[in-house]
């Protein structure tokens, strides 16, 4: 059974960084991707991993946010430098495209102004 655990998150002042962590029950071959809810909004892709290594992002994080994998220690990481208040929101890992039954409790970042 595919588990996603995600942790990190925290209250953070605008400019400061914070590095989330999705921990995987098991090795998943597929694209992985961080997953953002702002308050209010619906749920948006920010960040993808490809089984290439290749990585992508949204607009509103491209050079601030990076992307990681790591195989052996199975998880998945999110880098997050220069954070701004629009950063708020519930962070979740999932595959792209996501799978409905992997979605975890997610990780609360909070960036004050």
């Known amino acids: 059974q595919v588990q996603l655990e995600e942790s990190g998150g925290g209250l953070v002042q605008a400019g400061g960084s914070l590095r989330l962590s999705c921990a995987l029950s098991?090795?998943?071959?597929?694209?992985m991707g961080w997953y953002r809810q702002a308050p209010g909004k619906q749920r948006e892709l920010v960040a993808v991993i490809f089984i290439s290594g290749e990585r992508k992002y949204v607009d509103s994080v491209k050079d601030r946010f990076i992307i990681s994998r790591d195989k052996v220690n199975r998880t998945v990481a999110l880098q997050a430098t220069s954070l701004k208040p629009e950063d708020t929101g519930v962070y979740y890992c999932n595959t792209v495209p996501s799978n409905e039954n992997y979605w975890g409790q997610g990780t609360q970042v909070t960036v004050s102004s």
């Open positions: 098991v090795n998943i071959r597929y694209p």
